[in-house]
């Protein structure tokens, strides 16, 4: 993973980074199993890959995926759980959700869980209204002690908000609460938190803000103590990267906590030379890179911490 400079490498390219887009990878705590979310043509579908020695096997759709927009899993560390977003109905529903943002209507999402028993899936059921208190939920990240982490629609300011709802056990959780440095005055989105919960990192366009609620490009920050009432917030610098309207989206961590994964539109080449294979075609790939303090620690003056508001 990564590269020798220690800059970022395309994960599983031509296998799961293919040429439709793929982000948000989620793996099993073993790290042998993973699930991501491709894009053909307009529909999200969770797929599902199992390491083979050094490759990845070719990824097939997930059991409880393939029907309805299906996007952005996220397993629980202890692996029995997946929560993931989609626009698939409720019981008493008969049609797909859809839910209005960035100024246009468009598929709507909700989070759903489905547990896992040894290797098989059971059957989603919609997380309570403590989460869902919307039609455009998303992006959930699980802590260890199942806290639940995920953005929304901010009904006042139309951008998305960064969330946390505290779990009492695997399927309680208490309202939901936003994060204090998330105040809906730009789009923050895709939460990563570590198991732990000491840090969290997320994607946000607070570094140059779009129009209304439309999103400017969306760039990776980490907030340290992020549920805390003062947490502080960097930004993540990828070395190399230097193109600030790219985005870099849905961040997941590896199981071990070494290695960060990001989707981006980034080229694999540089321009005048052969594309690198049929993944680097401008749409999203899933990026790694070891997560290290030199991404975000700098003596560049425009990467200063940013505290939240009081």
């Known amino acids: ?35 991501f979310t491709r894009n053909t043509a307009g529909r999200f579908t969770i797929m599902v890959s199992e390491r083979q020695k050094q490759t990845w096997s070719p990824p097939r759709v997930a059991d409880f995926s393939g029907h309805w927009n299906d996007l952005e899993a996220a397993l629980a560390p202890n692996g029995r759980y997946i929560i993931f977003a989609s626009d698939r109905p409720a019981t008493s529903e008969h049609s797909a959700l859809t839910a209005r943002y960035y100024n246009k209507e468009q598929i709507g999402g909700r989070l759903w869980r489905v547990d896992l028993f040894r290797g098989h899936s059971g059957v989603p059921c919609l997380l309570p209204a403590a989460i869902n208190s919307s039609a455009s939920v998303w992006t959930p990240s699980v802590a260890s002690n199942n806290d639940l982490y995920f953005m929304h629609t901010d009904p006042q300011t139309g951008r998305f908000r960064l969330m946390v709802a505290r779990a009492s056990g695997e399927r309680t959780y208490s309202a939901a609460r ?11 989105v895709d939460p990563a938190v570590d198991p732990q919960q000491r840090f969290l990192i997320f994607s946000s366009d607070r570094g140059s803000p779009g129009k209304a609620s439309a999103p400017g490009p969306e760039r990776l920050y980490i907030a340290f103590a992020p549920a805390s009432s003062h947490p502080i917030v960097w930004p993540v610098q990828i070395p190399g990267w230097s ?36 993944w680097d075609n401008g749409k999203a790939n899933i990026w790694v890179i070891a997560l290290r303090a030199s991404l975000w620690h700098s003596r560049q003056s425009h990467l200063d911490p940013q505290r939240a508001p009081p």
């Open 1 to 35: 993973m990564g590269t020798p400079d220690g800059g970022a490498s395309v994960f599983a390219p031509n296998v799961i980074s293919g040429p439709d887009s793929d982000i948000a990878p989620a793996f099993a705590p073993s790290g042998s199993t993973v699930f």
């Open 178 to 188: 936003p994060l204090a440095f998330s105040t809906g005055s730009f789009n923050d």
């Open 243 to 278: 193109d600030p309207t790219e985005s870099q989206v849905e961040a997941r961590l590896s199981p071990d906590g070494r290695w960060l994964y990001f989707a981006s539109p980034h080229p694999g080449h540089t321009s005048g030379e052969p594309k690198a294979g049929d």
